[in-house]
Nanobody
Framework: VQVVESGGGLVQPGGSLRLSCAAS??????MSWYRQAPGKERELVAT????????IYPDSVKGRFTISRDNAKNLVYLQMNSLKPEDTAVYYC?????????WGQGTQVTVSS
């Protein structure tokens, strides 16, 4: 199984970024994005079910972030709008099977002027 994120980078406050995650090697149920800022615990950012019918967000990103998936291509996206400096973190994609949750290596997102 491989989980690979891409799309991170430096963006100014108020800007947008789209992260992508390619998962391969199994059939996955729900997929999620987490983030971890320096000195802070890892935080769930968004979750999407296998059909894409249900999405979950914490209050900290609700209304600004959107998770979506393309099952035909085994891709998951995280569209991030109205970014704030406190969104700066390493963002991780996870892909879950019935038995295990696989993690990507992470991609850095820095929000700064």
């Amino acid at each position: 199984v491989q989980v690979v994120e891409s799309g991170g980078g430096l963006v100014q406050p108020g800007g947008s970024l789209r992260l992508s995650c390619a998962a391969s090697g199994s059939t996955f149920t729900h997929m999620s994005w987490y983030r971890q800022a320096p000195g802070k615990e890892r935080e769930l950012v968004a979750t999407i079910t296998s059909t894409g019918g249900t999405t979950i967000y914490p209050d900290s990103v609700k209304g600004r972030f959107t998770i979506s998936r393309d099952n035909a291509k085994n891709l998951v996206y995280l569209q991030m709008n109205s970014l704030k400096p406190e969104d700066t973190a390493v963002y991780y994609c996870t892909a879950a099977t019935r038995a295990f949750m696989y993690w990507g290596q992470g991609t850095q997102v820095t929000v700064s002027s």
